[in-house]
T-cell receptor, first 114, second 110 residues
Framework: GAGVSQSPSNKVTEKGKDVELRCDPISGHTALYWYRQSLGQGLEFLIYFQGNSAPDKSGLPSDRFSAERTGGSVSTLTIQRTQQEDSAVYLC????????????FGPGTRLTVT | KQEVTQIPAALSVPEGENLVLNCSFTDSAIYNLQWFRQDPGKGLTSLLLIQSSQREQTSGRLNASLDKSSGRSTLYIAASQPGDSATYLCAVTRGGKLQFGAGTQVVVTP
């Protein structure tokens, strides 16, 4: 079946602009995760949604970052007033059940802030 | 606080040699450990998942072991091929979110 998809694949934006990144998880997966991969920091957790529970936002680096998940499926990660240090690859993953099963990753969105 | 370490950071081997990649973690209270492969400019491909109650998992030429008590996992790749060249990452999870090591960059030379 279809895997995790993300859009856009690449995004170049000017410092100070807002951006939205989209993730379509594997159908039926209840858990959805966002991670960020940057040269200096490696792969780091951002936020995690599980069903109808309140999301775990403990990895969001600042209040400029927010995410929502509509209808238990598609998720959007929004970065407001982008800064150059936000440049990274943003990866989305989904899983049938948190903690017990593999997480399946999408191809990522490469964000460049100029 | 959980820390995940992968040694070595880079590894180059001739084709046909076996690969041994190491992962260590400081907090043994994990649910599972997952090994991934990442090709340049691509996302992550899951290779193996080991539940905390398991000692090892095998898939084709890949075998991963887990020793929770010592906080270690090892990924073995038998009879390496140039197509195995990639970065290999391990990650542990407790409560859903993955915590990653920095990865081992592998080059298999023909």
């Amino acid at each position: 079946g279809a895997g995790v998809s993300q859009s856009p694949s690449n995004k170049v934006t000017e410092k100070g602009k807002d951006v939205e990144l989209r993730c379509d998880p594997i159908s039926g997966h209840t858990a959805l995760y966002w991670y960020r991969q940057s040269l200096g920091q490696g792969l780091e957790f951002l936020i995690y949604f599980q069903g109808n529970s309140a999301p775990d936002k403990s990895g969001l680096p600042s209040d400029r970052f927010s995410a929502e998940r509509t209808g238990g499926s598609v998720s959007t990660l929004t970065i407001q007033r982008t800064q150059q240090e936000d440049s990274a690859v943003y990866l989305c993953a989904s899983s049938p059940d948190p903690g017990l099963y593999e997480q399946y990753f999408g191809p990522g969105t490469r964000l460049t802030v100029t | 606080k959980q820390e995940v370490t992968q040694i070595p950071a880079a590894l180059s081997v001739p084709e046909g040699e076996n690969l041994v990649l190491n992962c260590s973690f400081t907090d043994s209270a994990i649910y599972n450990l997952q090994w991934f492969r990442q090709d340049p400019g691509k996302g992550l491909t899951s290779l193996l998942l080991i539940q905390s109650s398991q000692r090892e998992q095998t898939s084709g030429r890949l075998n991963a072991s887990l020793d929770k008590s010592s906080g270690r996992s090892t990924l073995y790749i038998a009879a390496s091929q140039p197509g195995d060249s990639a970065t290999y990452l391990c990650a542990v999870t407790r409560g859903g979110k993955l915590q990653f090591g920095a990865g081992t960059q592998v080059v298999v030379t023909p």
